[in-house]
């Protein structure tokens, strides 16, 4: 049987390890409890950093939202004010030659306008004075939309061609783009 030491000091260090003990277990505990806190203040950070993410996302996608609208009415007023401005004129270039062409009354007009410099100025205007006619308003324009070859291994038109083409028509002083060939309704090469 265990006996309670006479003397007072052994009997005041017996209570005093055991709360020692209690102490040194408690410091061993206290990173755990330490983490915990830190989680929950790393946790209050994230959700912080996230509405703040949140609401400047919100701002932006509002922004975004009000440009592609200004964006939209500028656009519908630029075609409303275009529409009935320009009237297309379809150009082929040939692929076995790379020579420009117009379809006139089921004939073919080659477009030379190395060869005949006034050509194209002369079909310019009677083109621009026709659009002008037919449409009623003093300001409409021709605009020539020449067509690449529907086969495309072709090797017409080359750069320079292209270059050739679009000067011509630029210093006839009008618009004229080179695009692809149209396809019909029924998924096959258009004219």
């Known amino acids: 049987m265990i006996t309670l030491p006479r003397r007072s000091v ?20 206290m990173p755990l409890s330490a983490r915990d806190g830190a989680e929950s203040v790393e946790n209050n950070r994230r959700k ?16 975004i939202d009000e440009e592609i609208r200004q964006l939209r009415d ?3 007023a630029t075609a409303a004010s275009l529409s009935g401005r ?4 379809v150009l082929l270039i040939d ?3 790379g020579k420009l062409t117009r379809e006139i009354g089921g004939r073919s007009l080659v477009i030379d306008g190395d060869a005949r410099p006034g050509q194209v100025r002369a079909m310019v205007d009677s083109d621009r004075a026709r659009v002008r006619e037919v449409t009623g308003n003093a300001t409409a ?4 939309a020449v067509q690449l070859p529907a086969d495309p291994l072709s090797p017409y038109p080359t ?3 292209r270059q050739r083409y679009l000067g011509w028509f630029q210093e006839a002083g009008v618009a004229a783009d080179i695009s692809l060939p149209a396809i ?8």
């Open 74 to 76: 500028a656009r519908q």
């Open 86 to 89: 320009f009237s297309p004129i």
């Open 184 to 191: 019909d309704s029924k998924g096959g090469q258009g004219p």
């Open 10 to 29: 052994t009997r005041f260090f017996i209570p005093l390890i055991d709360v020692l003990i209690l102490l040194f277990c408690a410091f061993l505990l």
């Open 159 to 161: 750069r320079e061609m």
């Open 141 to 144: 324009e021709p605009y020539y």
């Open 48 to 63: 912080r950093l996230l509405e703040d993410a949140s609401r400047k996302r919100d701002i932006e996608r509002k922004q």
């Open 95 to 97: 692929g076995a030659s």
